[in-house]
């Protein structure tokens, strides 16, 4: 991990097309700002991983139901 300290106002570039920027520190929270290109899909990590399980169960749901129809596809190729 990269380590950087930056103070209110400052900021990083990340390759050429993202610049974060520290907007101001209150006690344990820092604000931020952060411009990319808008096709870039920016979250916080907690929403993040939350659409990431919600993704993991869909697909095992569809899963599911695909064996579910393979199932019957097999009981009806069988008759």
């Known amino acids: ?18 610049e974060v920027t520290v907007l101001g520190v209150e006690g ?24 990431q399980e919600s993704n993991r169960e869909s697909a095992a749901h569809t ?3 695909l064996d579910a129809l393979r199932s019957l596809i097999n009981k009806n190729n069988e008759k």
């Open 28 to 51: 344990d929270t820092v604000r931020i700002g952060i411009s990319a290109p808008k096709q870039m899909d920016i979250f916080r990590k907690e929403i993040y991983l939350s659409i």
């Open 1 to 18: 991990m990269l380590v950087l300290s930056r103070k209110k106002g400052e900021s990083i570039i990340i390759q050429d097309h993202i």
């Open 63 to 65: 899963q599911s139901n």
